[in-house]
């Protein structure tokens, strides 16, 4: 065999690893893109996505009110399996001018014999309108704990900020109680 | 071109590779690898078509009749997996094995160790992925993966043991893929015989080329998905959790970033490998050898850039569907170009109709159809009708099995009397390519029609008005499955024994790997054949 017909294996080596470099590197692109996809959406209000919590990314008081404009918000809550709990808006339509502040109430009670934790996830429809929704006060920032039985009035205080697109006059603002997962 | 002499005794001066299961074992040689791809794809093929005839039976009628639903979904989902991973992807990857040193005049793959190793993870592999069905037998767990291949969050998140083989199963796939990606590209860039430029190099090993970057890229993003899955699942993190601030859409950006991609990867090798075939049997010149190329490589960069087509009913805005839209109905710019450069390669050729002959024109007719009715797919206004429904399963069936399948056939046909040295049967090869794409159209093409009418994919029961389409596509269905019996049957016969092959074999054949003996000896190009600038 003509060894001299083969190239030095060094050569080999030096392509190997930047393949393998490119391949560790796409592993990592994976879960970059965990915090890059949470960032985007927050960032431009993709998927329904709302602000974590206004008060620390906007200062306030927010635009002026826009008595022009009406706008009606409708509120909703469903429960994910694994909840034994009900949960309620007390006001389930309500209508505000752009720019106002507003606070809202949902009854939350705990069905069961057992102290549960439950997690309000947010979520706004039509989603172009998720970056316009600010939230000030939200039982929805932290976990919520219900001994058994107990019913609590929970409060969210929020904002529609009046540069909401002017399409826009209904909006929806739907909960979803998840059980908490446990902590890590 | 011109190449030098090369050793024709296949045994001079290597007298003492091991013998027996051994030999298999610990073989580096591209040859042997190539054929235990090219076996395990086989057999792989049959798991899986087993396992959707099936599927198929339970769908003949209405209502529930042979298995429960649990178990349905499971057969669903692990016949696309061994189907892609198993059987497409280790065909590919034979095909690779074999040709592409005897293509570039290397005398084997540039990592040999590596291969054998690649190799040697795929059944492990396989058997992780069915291994959950055998449990269940005796009871441990509740049987195999049952999310569909896509392993969407949060089912996948809350189903049974079955979903953790599945994860490492892809794991290991997974490395092998990767494994191999390196080796065709290390082999491809360093071994080329002088002379032969990238854009000398054949179409076949083009289409390799951009196919094993397209999976150094995307694999490890489904591994990095599955290991996200993994720990949702079992270390208290919420990835795809949206009570923990994870988001189940975050599963299917990761997932179809690799999915769609995974679609080149699997046709990338066959539309490589078409226009040789082509060529040889219109006895003329390739036409457009590097619109090809550009083609190829359009596609795997635009294929990398669409993923969010797969779920346009989830949710997304506005102006992204339209960005997903677009780019996706731009990839049939490049795609078109390739099909006008195999139909030009025919045009006014002397055609003659052998079977890898038939096979690829067969490819290029359904494989036509999967592409138009991609375009449908992608219009987000149409999309919203037809997500979900049988016509995907049509026309990725179109795309997979018309496509990819028959694409593979038809290496098969071409390659086989210089893999073995013989020729196959062409009355039985003629037979088996007629009964496979009647029988094909007759199990596909009336799910195009249930899909339009608004029957879903993946259940196990429909309503009485797609009765008739469904019984017609299950008569298909088996027709077809059991007309692959004549495939395995001409390959054993062909291995066996048969006409003898001229090193062409075929009249119009050209490139290096038509120089050497049929079968090359186990050694071939010891000396590097030199190609001419000149052409």
Redesign the interface.
């Known amino acids: ?2 060894e001299a ?3 030095p294996p060094r ?2 080596g030096r ?2 690893v930047r ?2 470099l ?10 970059a ?2 915090p890059l ?2 960032t985007f ?1 927050e960032a431009v209000g ?3 996505k709302t602000l974590r919590d206004a008060t620390q990314t906007k200062d306030l008081p927010p635009s002026a009110v826009d008595y022009s404009r009406t706008l009606g918000v409708q509120f909703t809550s469903t429960l ?1 399996p694994g909840l034994p709990w009900e949960i309620r808006p007390l006001e389930p339509a309500i209508e505000l001018h752009p720019g106002e502040l507003r606070t809202t109430r949902f009854l939350v009670r705990n069905l069961s014999d057992q102290t549960i934790v439950g ?1 309000a ?1 947010p979520s706004v429809s039509p ?2 309108a998720a970056r316009s929704f600010q939230k000030l006060d939200c039982f929805c920032f932290t976990q919520q704990t219900l001994a058994p039985g107990e019913s609590r009035e929970m409060a969210l205080t929020f904002v529609v900020d009046s540069g909401i697109s002017k399409d826009i006059s209904e909006l929806t603002l739907a909960y ?1 109680f ?7 | 071109m011109n190449t030098a002499t090369h050793t024709l005794d296949p045994h001079a001066g290597h007298a003492h590779h091991p013998t027996g299961l051994m030999r298999w074992l610990t073989t580096t040689n591209h040859k042997d690898i190539g054929t235990m791809y090219l076996t395990f794809s086989l057999l792989m093929f049959f798991l899986g078509g087993a396992m959707i005839l099936a599927v198929r039976a339970e769908l003949f009628q209405p209502g529930l009749q042979l298995m429960k639903p649990e178990f349905f979904n499971q057969l669903i989902g692990v016949h696309a997996l061994v189907m892609i991973f198993a059987a497409l992807m280790p065909a590919a990857t034979g095909f690779a094995n074999w040709m592409i040193p005897l293509m570039i005049g290397a005398p084997d793959m540039a990592l040999p160790r590596l291969n054998n190793w690649g190799f040697w993870l795929l059944p492990p592999a396989a058997l992780l992925l069915t291994m959950p069905f055998i449990l269940a037998l005796f009871g441990i767990g509740d049987g195999a993966v049952a999310t569909g291949w896509t392993l969407y969050a949060p089912l996948s998140v809350q189903g049974g043991i079955g979903v953790d083989f599945a994860i490492f199963s892809i794991h290991i796939l997974g490395i092998s893929s990767i494994m191999g990606s390196i080796n065709i590209i290390a082999t491809l860039l360093n071994m080329r015989a002088p002379g032969m430029t990238l854009m000398k190099m054949p179409l076949f090993c083009w289409g390799w080329l951009v196919t094993a970057v397209l999976l150094i890229i995307t694999l490890p993003v489904l591994a990095g998905g599955v290991t996200m899955l993994l720990t949702d699942r079992h270390f208290g993190t919420h990835f795809f959790d949206a009570a923990g601030g994870g988001d189940p859409i975050l599963f299917q950006h990761l997932f179809w970033f690799f999915g769609h991609p995974e679609v080149y990867i699997l046709l990338l090798p066959v539309w490589g490998l078409m226009p040789h075939v082509l060529s040889t049997f219109t006895r003329k010149p390739i036409y457009g050898h590097t619109a090809q190329v550009y083609g190829f490589i359009a596609i795997g960069v635009l294929g990398l850039i669409v993923w969010a087509h797969h779920f346009m009913t989830a949710g997304l805005p506005v102006p992204a569907l339209l960005y997903f839209m677009y780019s996706t109905m731009a990839i049939s710019l490049p795609l078109a170009v390739l099909f006008f450069c195999w139909i030009a390669t025919m045009w006014r050729g002397a055609m003659s109709f052998e079977t890898p002959m038939l096979f690829a024109i067969g490819f290029i007719v359904l494989f036509g159809i999967a592409g138009l009715t991609g375009l449908v797919l992608a219009d987000v206004a149409a999309d919203a009708q037809y997500h979900h429904s049988y016509f995907v399963v049509a026309h990725f069936h179109y795309a997979l099995f018309a496509g990819g399948i028959m694409g593979v056939m038809t290496g098969v046909y071409y390659w086989l009397p210089k893999w073995t040295g013989h020729m196959y049967s062409e009355r039985l090869g003629k037979l088996h390519f007629w009964l496979t794409v009647v029988s094909f159209n007759f199990t596909f093409m009336p799910q195009f029609f249930l899909g339009l009418a608004g029957m879903p994919r993946r259940i196990p029961d429909y309503a009485l008005q797609f009765t008739e389409f469904n019984a017609i596509s299950t008569v298909g269905a088996f027709v077809l499955g059991l007309s692959q019996l004549l495939f395995a049957w001409n390959i054993w016969r062909c291995v066996k024994g048969g006409d003898k092959a001229t090193d062409q074999v075929w009249e119009g054949t050209s490139g290096l790997e038509w120089e050497l003996s049929s079968p090359p000896p186990y050694h071939s190009w010891d000396t590097q054949p030199v190609i001419k600038s000149s052409n």
């Open positions: 065999m003509n017909a083969l190239p050569k080999h392509l190997v393949l393998l490119l391949a560790a590197g796409f592993f990592a692109f994976g879960f893109l965990v996809y949470d959406c993709f998927n329904g994910m997690q996830v989603t172009v979803a998840f059980p908490a997962p446990p902590k890590p």
